[in-house]
């Protein structure tokens, strides 16, 4: 998905929040915001969302001397989430269709992103979602696909949505390969979040190789890169794996909520939306 002009206020506020997360000074700040300005003078037409929110964290990163302006919030979000722990197992017992109320479980972890909005509630996320019909249901192709392949591929999104996740993969009764990301960036879960969580204990964790949003394949490891070509089945979580993994001849199936209207005018959806949505490719293998 390619950047729109919305998108550029958007940069600029996450410049300026994660410059203030990593404790840049007013003048650091100021240098920041200057860099986003001129990285979008040069952006490519063609560029997804995550490629300049890449370059935004590395310059912060680089200005501020902070390797992780965001491990703070990764830890207090996974501890909200972990809290939420005896509710999710409730909302599984009493479910009526356990993959699809493990699947919303886990859209529920994606309003979790600091890219996006500064707070969440996620009691109030947990109920809405549970109840809310989907903008986009592709929950019929997964549950094929999910009869014919022998493994999946789970691409992570962010800290404490790890917790989520964990519902689903417990729910899709196939081994798993859980991908986060190779270093640092936002508030995305990295090897260390994801054994907070427990992933561990119900699926292999493999990285993308890179300290990259998404999963942009040029970016990526060429281990992963194989990993991704070889996958029956690959479950992206949240915007950025969408942004980079839209137009992914691949069998991807996207889970998130369309928490901007870029997002959600690029989908066809209302912002807020809940969305299952499988991938051309994967509507061709296993659509009907």
């Known amino acids: 998905m390619r950047i729109y002009l919305d998108c550029w206020p958007c940069f600029l506020r996450q410049a300026l929040s994660a410059a203030r997360r990593a404790g840049a000074s ?17 952006l490519a037409r063609e560029a997804t969302p995550p490629e300049m929110g890449n ?28 809290a939420m ?45 549970l109840q809310a019909p989907f903008g986009i249901d592709g929950m019929p192709v997964l549950r094929r696909a999910l009869e014919r392949v022998d493994r999946v591929l789970y691409l992570a ?3 404490g949505e790890t917790v989520f996740d964990r519902v689903l993969i417990q729910a899709l009764g196939r081994p798993v390969t859980y991908v986060v990301k190779g270093g640092p960036v936002l508030n995305d879960a990295t090897l260390e979040e994801a054994r907070e969580a427990g992933i561990h204990e119900v699926a292999e964790i493999a990285d993308t190789g890179c300290d990259a949003m998404g999963a942009p394949l040029a970016l990526c490891s060429q281990a992963f890169r194989e ?29 998130l909520q369309a928490k901007c209207g870029v997002i959600a005018d ?21 659509g009907g």
């Open 26 to 42: 007013d003048e650091q700040q100021r240098e920041v915001l200057l860099d986003t300005l001129e990285q979008l003078k040069t």
């Open 55 to 82: 370059r935004i964290h590395r310059r912060v990163r680089e200005i501020t001397g902070h390797r992780d302006p965001y491990s703070d919030a990764k830890q207090e979000a996974t501890a909200a989430a972990l």
């Open 85 to 129: 722990v005896p509710r999710l197992e409730t909302a599984m017992q009493e479910a009526a269709d356990p993959l699809e109320t493990a699947a919303r479980i886990a859209i529920t972890g994606n309003i979790i992103d600091y890219g996006a909005a500064e707070t969440f509630d996620l009691e109030a996320t947990l109920e809405r979602v």
């Open 157 to 159: 999104d962010n800290a």
């Open 227 to 255: 990993r991704f070509e070889g996958a029956q089945l690959i479950i992206a979580k949240g915007q950025a794996n969408y942004e980079t993994l839209s137009d992914a001849d691949a069998p991807v199936f996207f889970l």
């Open 266 to 286: 690029d989908l066809g959806v209302e912002t807020g939306a809940v969305v299952a949505k499988a991938s051309s490719h994967l509507e061709v293998r296993f």
